[in-house]
């Protein structure tokens, strides 16, 4: 079974402070995720590590009919069905690893920043498309390949004779696999791919890709964060849409 990292005591904490002020994941990844949805009514979703839930939450409120929300996490499911509940959304604790324990069939399945943690990208791809209806949607986001590139995750920006972001050091690119770092507490553990190697896998299963998106901030999201402009040295989300 998939690591535990979002029960442990002081990365939760650390996470939920994360998200409580202005954050990459409400500035930059979900409005983009939210531009390549599809239409969502009347659809079955699938949301893969729902986390608190509010991806879910929001794709009930665009629409869809049912919204079944995974989640190994119990502290994240906790918050889920505390502050994020809808009578469309059944919230499940469950890893994405033993998705062949469904049986149900989703008109898309998405999943926001949670790909990462999982080790067999292939065989995870292959259930998402065993369950999904022809003509079904995959949507997900992950960190980008040179995020998750550098052993120990220790890439850095570098700055300018001036002081400014300049350019970004990455290293071990070509080789997948885990990597072990630091994210609030030691032993995090995140699984590398190769942007070739995700597209290849999502290609061979069977899927066509719609988009590939490395998005940039807009003007409103630069000037509530100013960090984000390094988005143009460097991208920290991949976000792939892929049809059956
Ligand atoms: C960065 S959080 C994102 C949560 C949510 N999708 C969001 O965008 O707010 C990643 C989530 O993936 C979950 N997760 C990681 N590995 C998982 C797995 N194998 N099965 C199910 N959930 C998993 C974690 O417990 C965590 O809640």
Redesign the pocket.
Known sequence: M?QK??DNEIFFAA?RKL?SEKNY?DLLEQPAMRRLLPGLKGKAVL??????G??SLFLAQSGAKRVLG????EK?LDVAQKDFCHPLVEYRR????DLSQLTEAFDLVY????FH??EDFLKLAKDIYRLLKSGGVLLFSQEHPIVTATMNCKGHYNLSQDGEYASYTFSDYGRGGKRIGHWFIDGVENYHRPMGEIVTTLSQTGFRIEALVEPLPEPWAVSEKPDLAKEYIKPTFLIIKAAK
Do not use: H, K, Q, T
């Open positions: 998939s990292l979002f996470y998200r994941n949301d893969l590590g729902c986390g608190y509010c991806g995974i989640d190994l996490s994240m469950m890893d994405m690893e999943s926001s920043l949670a943690y999982v």
